[in-house]
């Protein structure tokens, strides 16, 4: 069964730091997604991507996160100068055309120090 | 604003007991809502979509009321596998799935 997948699993950086989380999308699927969760809390939306372009943002996705689709295959984040509140779940999902539902990736944990 | 709520929990029940869930939603341009469910430090993984014409899946059983706003899963005959944290999730293709903060189960023996 198709999946999406996150690399790494877990990633530990320092404050004021850069970081790329990888996700590799289920390969005939056209929206992706990143969401977050932070320990204890909900899943919240940061942006979608269709087309090549950001689709929707939340208020969370300001100028320190971008995201890109290099290539055929993978779906990045960027976060440019990690802040302690950035530690969190990390998760990428993405959908077919015409499907409402989403599958997500097992998720890259984040820990900011 | 778009909100979702779910029942606060925990839910501590017996195997083989019935259980349901209900959730609501304060969007009504939300076109679809699924269970998600979600084990500890794991990703959400998709349960089922929910309909208005209500839905089953084998010992799961979801129901949509959007005149309410108002959406339920009842669990039949639970599992110790079926403990897990269940989320109830509204969206519309193609864009930002809400997520309520989730109901914690936990079926003991």
């Known amino acids: 069964e198709p999946e999406v997948t996150q690399t790494p699993s877990h990633q530990v950086t320092q404050m004021g730091q850069e970081v790329i989380l990888r996700c590799v999308p289920i390969s005939n699927h056209l929206y992706f997604y990143w969401y977050r969760q932070i320990l204890g809390q909900k899943v919240e939306f940061l942006v979608s991507f269709y087309n090549n372009e950001i689709s929707e943002k939340s208020e969370i996705f300001d100028d320190q996160f971008s995201v890109e689709r290099p290539d055929g295959s993978n779906f990045t984040l960027k976060i440019r100068s990690t802040k302690l509140e950035d530690s969190a779940m990390y998760f990428c999902a993405s959908n077919g055309q015409g499907s409402y539902e989403q599958y997500f990736g097992p998720g890259t944990r984040l820990t900011v120090t | 604003r778009k909100e979702v709520e779910q029942d606060p929990g925990p839910f501590n029940v017996p195997e083989g007991a019935t259980v349901a869930f209900n959730c609501t939603y304060s969007?009504?341009?939300?076109?679809?809502f699924f269970w998600y469910r979600q084990d500890c430090r794991k990703e959400p993984k998709l349960l089922m979509s929910v309909y208005s014409s209500g839905n089953e899946d084998g010992r799961f059983t979801a129901q949509l009321n959007r005149a309410s706003q108002y959406i339920s899963l009842l669990i039949r005959d639970s599992k110790l596998s079926d403990s897990a944290t269940y989320l109830c999730?509204?969206?519309?293709?193609?864009?930002?799935?809400?997520f309520g903060k989730g109901t914690t189960l936990s079926v003991s023996s």
């Open positions: 969007n009504s341009a939300s076109q679809s």
């Open positions: 999730v509204g969206g519309q293709a193609g864009t930002a799935l809400i």
